[in-house]
């Protein structure tokens, strides 16, 4: 079975930190996707990677910065954390290929900015 | 731009009924379609998807959705409904802009199953 981890069920952070959210994928995926997730507007992408070191911009990418260092790992990182984006933040992985695209999801950090 | 709509905030049901949760999507290029299902503090579990050849995709859990290119829609479906289907239900698309790679959701759509 697929899996995707991240680092933290749940987070609170202050107005103006640097926050970090990991995401681990053990398949081997090519992609890798964050999306944030606010109830009543389901889920919006925020940036994608689809190999090392690349990274492309999503629907609402500003003040989120990604980072891809290694295949299986996928960082957001919320550069001054603002009230604004306290919100759920989900990771996905998927592969590249025939009859594929399906996203595997991770289970979600919800974070809380005071 | 492509985008999925979701005209149902919540659906009603009782067990054993029939269930349909509604999703009409918009997209240029014929469109990869898909359902997922969110349990209460989880993430989003893939149910099933459509990407080319019969209309009528089955998936997990007993849930089946019909492609509909003239009415631009994918219904997901279920014979008889079970309280255990309660959940939040997203229906998504693929851009053909990006490689197939990135989704754009629905809103969403809650799904209650009374006893």
């Known amino acids: 079975d697929v899996k995707v981890t991240q680092s933290s069920r749940y987070l609170v952070k202050r107005t103006g930190e640097k926050v970090f959210l990991e995401c681990v994928q053990d398949m081997d995926h090519e992609n890798m996707f964050w999306y944030r997730q606010d109830p009543g507007l389901g889920l919006r992408l925020i940036y994608f990677s689809y190999d090392v070191k690349m990274k492309e911009k999503g629907d609402i990418p500003e003040g989120y910065s990604v980072s891809r260092e290694k295949k299986e790992r996928f960082s957001l990182i919320l550069e001054s954390a603002s009230t604004n984006q306290t919100s759920m933040y989900l990771c996905a992985s998927s592969a590249t290929g025939q009859g594929a695209y399906e996203q595997y999801f991770g289970p979600g950090t919800r974070l809380t900015v005071t | 731009a492509q985008s999925v709509a979701q005209p149902e905030d919540q659906v009603n049901v009782a067990e054993g009924n029939p269930l349909t949760v509604k999703c009409t999507y918009s997209?240029?290029?014929?469109?990869?379609l898909f359902w997922y299902v969110q349990y209460p503090n989880r993430g989003l579990q893939f149910l099933l998807k459509y990407i080319t050849g019969d209309n009528l995709v089955k998936g997990s859990y007993g849930f089946e959705a019909e492609f509909n290119k003239s009415q631009t829609s994918f219904h997901l479906k279920k014979p008889s409904a079970l309280v255990s289907d309660s959940a939040l239900y997203f229906c998504?698309?693929?851009?053909?802009?990006?490689?197939?790679?990135?989704?754009?959701f629905g809103s969403g759509t809650r799904l209650q199953v009374q006893p």
């Open positions: 997209v240029s290029g014929n469109p990869y």
């Open positions: 998504a698309v693929s851009s053909p802009y990006t490689g197939r790679r990135a989704l754009t």
